[in-house]
């Protein structure tokens, strides 16, 4: 017995205690540094799971006076969970209207994986008949077989494979529409892979398409690279959201940014305007590579009406597939 109170409670509510502290901690450094740490950066990647169980220990203070320290340190992190997975699990805010002025398009993002994947996308162009496609981790020694696998797209960029990651594939853009301009974005941090604004004419109104494959978590020298690679991360995705940040320009964006909603880069993104089609019109997190989600979609100056996730077929990838409507201008 501890101060009356039988000793199993009393470690129960240590335990409480401490899982309440050490959430709270983590949601404060997830804050102030961002991914700035490897094992930082991991954290941030499943705090779905970190912080869940703050719901479970906010209810054990109604059992008594007692509990009410225990608890209510789990607070912050109970919060933090609704703020960052609740646009997720709440119904989608997609756009119900039909006006007969706006152009209907389907979406896809995709981690092919270094392979050649021609026939896994004429399986997926098949069965979701996208307008336009999105590739990341493509070789360039594919690049054709691609071209030839999907008719139904004609217009075609790919990147170019970036020195500094010679090894990872580039990402492309095919569409059904036409390509009328390109622009690969400078002042990259050395590592980072090629990000490019890809400009497609739909139906004569001009919309941005920019493929994102952002550093990988491991670049082949163990955990150590974790912490170097979120801050490589960190880095290319401001060069990236600054150079999209006054564009006014109906804009794509989707990828493998090798970050959950928790990371930095997501926030860095949605922080110059644009928004989450999973969260808007998604149901669930939408995982795309095991449990966690790390592809996304973002667009600003379109209407989300649906997103969700696809056949991962011979990818470690799901693809990740919306639909938009471009108001005609």
Avoid: C
């Avoid at 996208?130 to 075609?156: C, F, G, H, K, N």
């Avoid at 398409?209 to 082949?220: F, K, M, R, W």
Wanted: hydrophobic share 45%; no cysteine.
């Amino acid at each position: 017995m501890v101060s009356g109170r039988p000793l199993l409670v009393t470690l129960l509510m240590l335990v409480v205690a401490l899982y309440g502290a050490l959430a709270t901690l983590h949601v404060i450094l997830r804050q102030v540094a961002g991914d700035e740490y490897s094992w930082l950066y991991v954290l941030n990647l499943v705090a779905v799971v970190v912080w869940a169980p703050a719901f479970v220990m906010l209810p054990l203070a109604l059992l008594g006076r007692f509990w009410w320290p225990a608890a209510l340190l789990s607070v912050l992190p109970a919060v933090a969970w609704a703020l960052t997975y609740g646009p997720y699990v709440l119904p989608g805010r997609s756009s119900t209207s039909d006006s007969a002025d706006a152009q209907q398009i389907r979406v896809i993002a995709w981690n092919v994986r270094p392979r050649n994947p021609s026939v896994d996308l004429a399986a997926l162009i098949a069965e979701s008949k996208p307008d336009i496609m999105m590739l990341e981790e493509l070789p360039s020694e594919y690049e054709d077989a691609v071209a030839t696998a999907t008719p139904s797209l004609p217009y075609r960029y790919f990147a170019p494979v970036a020195e500094s990651t010679p090894g990872s594939g580039a990402t492309a853009v095919l569409s059904r529409w036409p390509i009328v301009g390109s622009k690969v974005i400078p002042g990259l941090p050395a590592g980072a892979r090629t990000a490019a604004v890809v400009t497609v004419d739909v139906e004569g109104t001009r919309m941005d398409v920019v493929p994102l494959h952002l550093a990988s978590p491991l670049a082949g020298r163990g955990a150590r690279d974790l912490g170097h690679q979120a801050r490589l991360r960190m880095a290319e995705t401001k060069v990236i959201a600054n150079a999209l940040r006054e564009d006014s320009t109906p804009l794509l964006v989707g990828g493998d940014l090798n970050s959950s909603m928790a990371n930095r880069p997501h926030k860095l993104l949605t922080e110059v305007g644009l928004n989450d089609l999973q969260a808007d019109s998604g149901s669930w997190l939408g995982t795309t590579r095991r449990k966690i989600r790390v592809d996304w979609l973002f667009a600003r100056g379109l209407d989300s009406r649906r997103a969700w996730t696809g056949n991962a077929r011979n990818s470690d990838h799901r693809p990740v597939l919306a639909d938009v409507s471009l108001p005609q201008r």
